[in-house]
Each structure stands twice: as structure tokens, then as C-alpha cells.
């Protein structure tokens, strides 16, 4: 079993930045895919950003050039910094552990809200 912890999700206005933190820990063994997701209010979960097994960094159209995923494998720790932010990127940011087997593992999200 996986435990994914989500931590850093704040009130911030347009413009600012935050920094997002998902711990992993249980059974981890060897490499395994992580991303960010995030879902809005009425809308559906999307991918926000992903570290593929071969290290390879992928975002969605929205956030490229203001969000960079990164992780610290020693401390099995997935980070989201998020730059330039805007009222549309408010929404619940999900951590994803995918295993080479398929199988996917969520946190319980953090709330981030982009307002005045």
C-alpha cells in the first residue's frame, strides 16, 4: 500500500506563487510515474503535471512556463512550484503515484484558491 500526503495549498492573490509537497510512503519499491492533478469546481480531474518513469516532465497547455514539477527521490517527495498564478488555476491538487504496473494511487488533495 501507498500513502500519499499532500500539504501546501494556501489562499493567494493573482500573481503569486506557491509551492506544493506530496510525501510518499508504505510499499515504494523502484521507480514509479508521479503527477499533479487538480479539479475546479465543476469541473473535471485534470492532469496538471507529470514526471514519467524514464524522468521525461510533461504539463498541461495552461501552466507551461509557470509551474515545474520536480522530486526528491532520497525523500520519496514530489514538489509542484507554482509561479505567475491566476484566478483559473484555483481548484483541489491531487499528488498521483502511478506503479510500472498501472496501478494508481491518490492523495486527498490540497485546496488552492487564486482570488483578491
Known amino acids: 500500500q501507498v500513502q500519499l500526503v499532500e500539504s501546501g495549498g494556501d489562499l493567494v492573490q493573482p500573481g503569486g506563487s506557491l509551492r506544493l509537497s506530496c510525501a510518499a510512503s508504505g510499499s515504494i519499491v523502484g521507480g514509479n510515474a508521479m503527477g499533479w492533478h487538480r479539479q475546479g469546481p465543476g469541473n473535471q480531474r485534470e492532469m496538471v503535471a507529470a514526471?514519467?518513469?524514464?524522468?521525461?516532465?510533461m504539463y498541461e497547455d495552461s501552466v507551461k512556463g509557470r509551474f515545474t514539477i520536480s522530486r526528491d527521490n532520497a525523500k520519496n517527495t514530489l514538489f509542484l512550484q507554482m509561479n505567475s498564478l491566476k484566478p483559473e488555476d484555483t481548484a483541489v491538487y491531487y499528488c498521483?503515484?502511478?506503479?510500472?504496473?498501472?496501478?494508481?494511487?491518490w492523495g486527498q488533495g490540497t485546496q488552492v484558491t487564486v482570488s483578491y
Open positions: 498521483r503515484l502511478t506503479r510500472p504496473s498501472g496501478v494508481r494511487y
Open positions: 514526471i514519467n518513469l524514464d524522468g521525461s516532465v
